[in-house]
């Protein structure tokens, strides 16, 4: 069965300095996407990143990044330069292709504070 | 183009009294789902729908039911809320592959 592990509960940071949020993934299948949302503390899950498993480059989106590595079974999450406008819940999330409807299952969750 | 939005925002019900969540999107997603998210945990998902007509079981569908009888709208029934059942709700629609949420229902059985 699928599985997304992030241990890391909660990570406190101050303004400007990097955090990297970890993921770690279990699945049998050969095809599958891996996600990361952001949930704020207004409660909405937006939609932050989507990666197929064929597609192991890593990606930048101005201050984010993601490292995608099958070897380790693993979808690592950077913020470099952290403001106090990414505090906020994170979930990594994978979805099989064979599984029916595009189900995701979600890790629990690593909560950011970004301190002034 | 709202997305995807949720109907109510908040509700209190009492031990043993029904309700049910509106979930509408305007995407022309095939599919929608529900999921719940309480207090540490990540979202769990209650049950889906890969399109008009249909629906299916997701990990923890007891004590809910759901219709899809158009496109556009996915419906959460709870028939005898449970205290068990406070949480927050949220509702999403796909595509490709990603899923795309709505703001949530926070409801609370007392």
């Known amino acids: 069965a699928q599985k997304v592990t992030q241990a890391q509960t909660e990570i406190s940071v101050v303004e400007k300095e990097d955090v990297t949020l970890d993921c770690v993934y279990e699945?049998?299948?050969?095809?599958?996407?891996l996600f990361w949302y952001k949930q704020p503390p207004s409660g909405e899950l937006v939609f932050l990143i989507r990666r197929n498993s064929f597609d192991e480059q890593n990606e930048i989106s101005g201050r984010y990044s993601w490292n995608f590595q099958k070897s380790t079974s693993s979808f690592n999450f950077t913020i470099t330069a952290s403001q106090v406008v990414d505090s906020a819940v994170y979930f990594c999330?994978?979805?099989?292709?064979?599984?029916?409807?595009?189900?995701?299952?979600f890790g629990g969750g690593t909560r950011v504070l970004v301190k002034p | 183009n709202a997305g995807v939005t949720q109907t109510p925002k908040f509700r209190v019900l009492k031990t043993g009294q029904s309700m049910t969540l509106l979930c509408a999107q305007d995407?022309?997603?095939?599919?929608m789902y529900w999921y719940r998210q309480d207090p540490g945990m990540g979202l769990r998902l209650i049950h889906y729908?890969?399109?008009?007509?249909?629906?299916a079981k997701g990990e923890v569908p007891d004590g809910y039911n759901v219709s899809r009888l158009k496109k556009q709208n996915f419906l959460l029934g709870l028939e005898s809320a449970a205290p068990s059942q406070t949480s927050v709700y949220f509702c999403?629609?796909?595509?490709?592959?990603?899923?795309?949420f709505g703001p949530g229902t926070r409801l609370t059985v007392t």
């Open positions: 999330a994978l979805s099989e292709a064979q599984a029916a409807g595009n189900k995701l299952t």
């Open positions: 999403a629609s796909s595509w490709r592959e990603a899923q795309y």
């Open positions: 995407m022309n997603h095939e599919y």
């Open positions: 729908s890969v399109g008009e007509g249909t629906t």
């Open positions: 699945t049998r299948d050969t095809t599958y996407y």
